[in-house]
């Protein structure tokens, strides 16, 4: 490909004062209130500048997608800058609020930015399954595809291949047949606290050549590979290969003369080495010893260009942290800030004028219009911003299900999908569903069985074909609509942040469900974050859940998840209790998942759901009775909205019990247990503390900038209690989850739950021996509500 390189190199240079200048303008000349540092990667953003100058003016095309390394966010805000994506205003506010990000980000930064990449080694291994997404939509024969094929490309930290998500991702890429995917290592092999071990680089090689992909190595730059044929060359080579990192940097970091001892001494009765030696005085053999692949232009340009197939390549560039500063391989430089005095050193080398530091071609040595004309001719920048808007998917008002007397919500849940998998309407066909092997055991293989599994070529279902009878069929197609993960809950929430991202990547709309086991969200709840952080869309099922799984024990039993659900923001948490009630949130989550609307929020609940969100269910294998019973549309906007009153409360009334998800049954018995010595005692359905406490928070935040009369549902359902009445709040996982109802309307409150490990048993024992059965809810009533004796009560022993 024609590149001009003294262009390139001059955008290079301008790429590495503009990052290094915006960290010093936030740390150094802009004001700071409250005293702290801003801080910034001056030596992160230097070591990886070359690489992403050769990417980002010559190497990559609209359609590709890149996750650019956390600390190298100046370097991004700065190309972007200079191909008019970005304003010198966020630059002049980096790191403060408004400005640009310390970090790139989808949802916050204005310039284009592909994945959100603050949490180190996750938007490496996004890019992996954003390229399975990308086979699955152009699998489709709905598809119509935006734009070209694009490279899911990584610029990875060389600290980052110590995450393990990135090598679970690599087994998982391995059996999907994973493609165009590049992840170009910056290796400078130091890490914020020291310097990568030894021997490390061959090891990276074994384990991505063993997954399938293809590895380059560039280690030497041009100078030097001229250098190695000259006399005395190969004992030069040695020498490098040879010397330790720690040894490398430090020399790098002291400079030529330190470099003219060491290599002299290394080199005594060698005359040709030596002789190589002298021939270069210190700066030119401090540009030799600097010359490592990753900083070499023209063999960046031309390695990236040379590849003509669509197999995974790991780049393993090796590169100088803080290479062009003067703090360039120091062991302290990760989070260093330049001087003044230093800054001003460089500011003379880059020949920027004071005043003109954020002028796009100040200090450059070529004609301002050479320099323009490459920049307007940039092929990534030909199309403007890269991010595609999708239509939505009409979603039915009702979402039909088999409705049986007795029923879980996690039962109900298959029978609902299994029934949207028997029609042909855009909604069946966009559902893509996935799984870390727990699919049938979460009720999704009514789903499966229809709709089939996703491969890029077909695969038979040996065990139908050799006549062995199963109730699952497990044949692969392009036309399947399930992606079967291996067992890492990081690997789902990745690939949910990917699935959630399609119609903004590759102009195609998904609607993603991913299905676990309630307790192990916590084992991807940094991926989890993640995802939400990006702004992705999924219907998140985590069944089952709770002591309700009684005879599992305690390592399934989960006691947490319902906190992460009112925690996590962009998800908003259900847990229903009944069959209609889960048919009535899915049928709204699906819409709004695919909501991106902005505006002021709902007065009628204080939320924002015009935003739209992913969606989290808890659900449980606990069969409960169903109540007879058509959802009205006030009724169905209270399930959304968090809750009702099942049986609302009479102005006599003392107490209110008030219970989330499969607790149902407890709350009802022991509402019965108290009737005939407490007056009126109602019972306040739960179907989101996530919901009703976020429009509680809302509302008041809107009271208190003058919105007096703002209320939200969960106040106006507590204004139906008397003011000295109580409440006992209950469900199957950590109390904290309900206890703050009682500060709505300052009612007290006594909550029940589970705080401790479980065990195995029966539901009975579990929750008698837990404090969350009938009789402990009736016995809680005496501590809100000390009137007369309750009767009739058994033991809490």
Known sequence: MAVDLEVLGELERKVL??????????????????????????????????IMTALYFAILRPEDRVAVKPHASPVFHAIQYLLGLQTRDKLERFRSFGGAQSYPSRTKDVDDVDFSTGSVGLGVAMTAFASLVQDYVRAKDWARPAAGEGRMIALVGDAELDEGNIYECLLEGAKHGLRNCWWIVDYNRQSLDGIVREGLNERFVSIFRSCGWDVTVLKYGRLQEAAFREPGGARLKAFIDDCPN???SALCFQGGAAWRARLSAAFAGDAEATALVERRDD????????????HDLGLLVDSFAAVDHDRPILFLAYTIKGHGLPLAGHKDNHAG??????????????AVRPGREWEPVEGLRLPAERLAAALDAVPFAARGR??????????????AYGVAPVMSTQEAFGKILGEIARGSDDLARRIVTTSPDVSVSTNLGPWINRRGLFARSTVADVFSDEKVASVQKWAMSPAGQHVELGIAENNLFIMLAALGLSHSLFGERLIPVGTLYDPFIARGLDALNYACYQGARFLLVATPSGLALAPEGGAHQSIGTPLIGIAQDGLAAFEPAFADELAAIMAWSFDYLQRSGEGEPDERSWLRDETGGSVYLRLTTRPLEQI???????????????????????PTCEVAIVYQGALAPEAIEAAGLLAEDRRGVAVLAVTSADRLSAGWHAAERARQRGRATATCHVERLLDALPRDAGLVTVLDGHPT??????????????????????????????????????????????????????RRLGSLA
């Open 628 to 650: 007879p019973r058509t959802l009205d549309g006030d009724l169905t906007r209270a399930i959304i909205d968090g809750g009702y009153w099942l049986r609302p409360p009479e």
């Open 283 to 294: 700066p030119a053999l401090a540009a030799l010893m600097a010359n490592l692949g990753g």
């Open 246 to 248: 720690a040894l490398y």
């Open 386 to 399: 890269r991010r595609f808007e999708s239509a939505a998917v009409p979603v039915p008002a009702t979402l």
């Open 337 to 350: 800030l330049m001087t003044t005095a230093q800054l001003e050193t460089l500011r003379a080398a880059m």
């Open 737 to 790: 989850a309900l206890s703050w109802i009682g500060a709505v309307r300052g009612h007290r409150v006594k909550p029940l739950g589970v705080e401790h490990f479980g065990q195995s048993g029966t539901i009975p024992d579990l929750f008698h021996a837990y404090g969350i059965d009938a009789n402990a809810i009736a016995h809680a009533v005496s501590a809100v509500s000390p009137g007369r004796p309750v």
């Open 17 to 50: 004062w503009l990052s290094t200048w915006t960290i010093h303008a936030a740390n150094h000349l802009r004001d700071k209130p409250d005293g702290l540092k801003v801080g910034g990667h001056q030596a992160s953003s230097a070591s990886i500048a070359t």
